[in-house]
Structures are given as structure tokens and as C-alpha cells.
């Protein structure tokens, strides 16, 4: 045990858990970086032009249980790649998941 660190008693455990129960949950923000987002696409891929493949598309409401989540689909501008997630997070997962298990880029990663 760290010195001057005790663990929670079972009635501030059971304080804690009511606590929550009546909090208010705020929706996640929808506001993100587009720059950030892109520029995170474009090192990966070393300034490539396949960058442009990629289209990135943030909604809060995608999460699942507080979840970060992702979608991928071909369904937007024809020869793109449609990146759909929950939070800034998820598209670097996305964009990895993409590289190592659609495009076979694990080298890249």
C-alpha cells in the first residue's frame, strides 16, 4: 500500500455508486479537429497522396455505453474512405485498424 493512501471503506464505495446513479450525464462533444485529425492520417502515411482517401466523420451518439466506437465504410465521396467514430480517439484506432487488417500495412504501424 502506498504510504498516506487507503482504500475506500465499503460505505464510502456504496456513497460513491449513489453519487453517480444521480448524476447528471452530459452528451459527449461533437466539436473536433479536422486539422488534427488529418494531419495524424497524413504522418502515418508519410504525406502520401492516399491521404485524400480519407474522410473523417465525428458523432458522439455512435458510443455504445460510454463506449468509443468506430465505423468504416466506402459509402461516401466514391474512391474514399468514410471514418466514423464517436471521439478523436477512435479514428486513430480506425485508421490502424484499417491499415493493419484491410490494407495488410501492418509494417506501417
Not at 9 to 27: D, G, W
Not at 65 to 78: A, G, R, Y
Request: charged content about 20%; proline content about 4%; cysteine-free.
Amino acid at each position: 500500500m502506498i504510504q498516506g493512501v487507503r482504500p475506500f471503506t465499503q460505505k464510502e464505495l456504496k456513497q460513491k455508486s449513489n453519487a453517480n446513479k444521480n448524476s447528471i450525464h452530459r452528451p459527449k462533444s461533437t466539436v473536433s479537429s479536422s486539422k488534427s485529425n488529418s494531419d495524424l492520417i497524413s504522418q502515418a502515411l508519410d504525406g502520401a497522396p492516399a491521404t485524400n482517401f480519407f474522410q473523417v466523420s465525428i458523432k458522439a451518439e455512435l458510443a455504445i455505453n460510454d463506449k468509443d466506437v468506430f465505423e468504416l465504410s466506402n459509402e461516401s465521396t466514391p474512391g474514399t474512405i468514410l471514418i466514423s467514430t464517436s471521439t478523436n480517439v477512435a479514428v486513430a484506432w480506425a485508421f490502424s485498424y484499417h491499415l493493419k487488417y484491410i490494407a495488410n500495412s501492418s509494417d506501417i504501424i
